[in-house]
Each structure stands twice: as C-alpha cells, then as structure tokens.
C-alpha cells in the first residue's frame, strides 16, 4: 500500500525516532509499504518518520543510480533497522541533495565519503558495515531523518534564506508532486 509522505513542517520528522524489537506489530508489511511508496515516488531512500512513524527504521536502493548500459553496476539495496553511526570519517564533499517530504527543494550538502554502521536487517540480524561514495551519501541522509534532523539544516546559510519562503509553500501544500504526502494543519 502507497503511504502519504510526510512534508516539512510535520513535527514528526524533527523527533529523534525510537528503537524497535522483533516483536513490533506487522513489520513485515510496513516493510513492504515503505518499499512500494519509495519507489512510487522515485525515491532511493526513505525514513520511517517521512511517512509518520518515529522509528529507527530506513530503506535504502542505491542500485537504481546505475545507468542500463553498465557492466558492473554499483549500489545495493537494503532495510536499516535500529542503526547505530559508529563513524564517519574521510574527506567532505558537497553534492545537491533533495529529500521527497521537502519537493522541489534542492542544495549541496557536504558530507564525509564514508560512514560505519551497526544496524538490524529485517530478520533483525546484526551487522556492522562500512559503506563510502554516494551509499554513504544515501545512508547518511536517511540517518539524519530518524535523528529529527533534515537536509535544509546542513545548507549554508545564503541558500537556507533563499529557500524560506518555498518551505512555507511546502509547509501549506502549495506544491505540485505525483505521490501522495501528508501536510501539517493549520
């Protein structure tokens, strides 16, 4: 079932999210949710807390950044569940980031090229994973939203006041998208 995404202005996505155990009711379908309203909306990341749910869970399908022609495509697709940042660590690089619960907003965010996981797979196996370039990137940003915390904040300053008065709009449903989202009441 596609889910509404949740727009900037909803207090749910500035809200450090809670961990989860194996016994969370039907986890295995808001899986599958999560995955279908990702895809709906041609995203490659997606946060619990975008669609209402303060939980320490994200998805990630870096594997549709490949091109059709190459030969050894790149990426990998995955659930996080309860991850933990062990570290990040080499150099920053800026890159435009947007983000499906803030449309048509877009910014160079800079980010270390790699990051160091400790995280829960669906069947809440352990793992301790390193991941670096646009994974990390991806994981990074996904790992912000269920810290409360949104790309819009790590924008350098000019671009934070030039992009004010769009995220209002957003925070009133003034914009055109082709999923469904959720926005904040008046």
Known sequence: ??????????????????????????????????????????????????????????????????????????????????????????KPWEYEEGCLSIPDIRGDVSRPEEITLEYQDENFKKHTKTFNGMDARVIQHEYDHIEGILFTEKLKPIKKRMIKRKLEYIKKGNVGVDYKMRFPRH
């Open 1 to 90: 079932m596609i889910l509404p995404i949740y727009s900037f202005g909803q207090s749910v996505l500035k809200k450090k999210a809670i961990a989860i155990d194996k016994n969370y009711p039907d986890l295995k379908l808001l899986l599958e949710n999560m995955w279908e309203t990702m895809y709906n909306a041609k995203g490659v990341g997606l946060a619990a807390p975008q669609i209402g749910m303060s939980i320490r869970i994200f998805l990630i399908d870096t594997l549709q950044l490949n091109d059709e022609d190459e030969k050894k495509p790149t990426g990998f697709k995955t659930a996080f569940i309860n991850p933990i940042k062990i570290k990040e660590q080499g």
